[in-house]
């Protein structure tokens, strides 16, 4: 079954401090992937997409890796500041066009 | 910036009513979905839409559910005899054409079935 698993579940850090969120998936076959940021009661919000040939892809202080051999990617985020709180979501879509999600990652960053 | 709009922001409805939840897609927008989100659950798929018919479902998507695109702006998910288990946020997701363009999701609607 296709699955995408985030770790960790939770984590809190200080602002300013830097954090790296990981995911692995096991969607196949697969067309790209994606993070998102999902404020409480809010949409998602589409932070990064990549492509199978991807390795890498910033979005101001975030930084996606993607490694499609061993099927993880990763979310760092730099210099954290407190509007960064919120859930991480990654998302891989399938070849079919389906969009599978993670359970997500809720950071919390306190002053 | 457009923006997917959806409405209402919440809706309250007794177990066995029908709902409809309304999306307004952003309007060059050729794609359509819906999603839902029990709370505390990960983000779940429902129904994809394209040039007037569903290209995709998924198996949450039964008989009680229904999409149309009434009029060309309006993109609507109804709910024809809501259960207890209905009750989570819904998500309208617009994007164009295209491999990787990314989906813009509206701000959900929160149903909650009594």
């Known amino acids: 079954k296709n699955q995408v698993e985030q770790s960790p579940q939770s984590l809190i850090i200080l602002e300013g401090k830097n954090c790296t969120l990981q995911?692995?998936?096991?969607?196949?076959?697969?067309?790209?992937l994606r993070w998102y940021k999902q404020d409480t009661g809010r949409g998602p919000v589409s932070l990064t997409i990549?492509?199978?040939?991807?390795n890498t892809k910033s979005n101001g202080r975030y930084t996606a890796t993607l490694d499609a051999d061993t099927k993880q990617s990763s979310l760092h985020i730099t210099a954290s500041q407190l509007s960064d709180s919120a859930s991480y979501i990654c998302v891989v879509k399938e070849a079919t066009g389906k969009l599978i999600f993670g359970q997500g990652t809720t950071l919390q960053v306190k002053p | 910036e457009p923006e997917v709009t959806q409405t209402p922001s919440h809706q309250v409805t007794q177990m066995g009513q029908e709902v409809i939840l309304r999306c307004v897609p952003i309007s060059n927008h050729l794609y359509f979905y819906w999603y839902r989100q029990i709370l505390g659950q990960k983000v779940e798929f429902l129904v994809s839409f394209y040039n007037n018919e569903i290209s995709e479902k998924s198996e949450i998507f039964d008989d009680q559910f229904s999409v149309e695109r009434p009029d060309g702006s309006n993109f609507t998910l109804k709910i024809r005899s809501t259960k207890l288990e209905d009750s989570a946020m819904y998500f309208c997701?617009?994007?164009?054409?295209?491999?990787?363009?990314?989906?813009?999701f509206g701000p959900g609607t929160r149903l909650t079935v009594l």
């Open positions: 995911c692995n998936y096991t969607v196949s076959p697969f067309s790209n």
């Open positions: 997701a617009s994007r164009v054409a295209g491999e990787v363009y990314e989906q813009f």
């Open positions: 990549m492509t199978f040939s991807e």
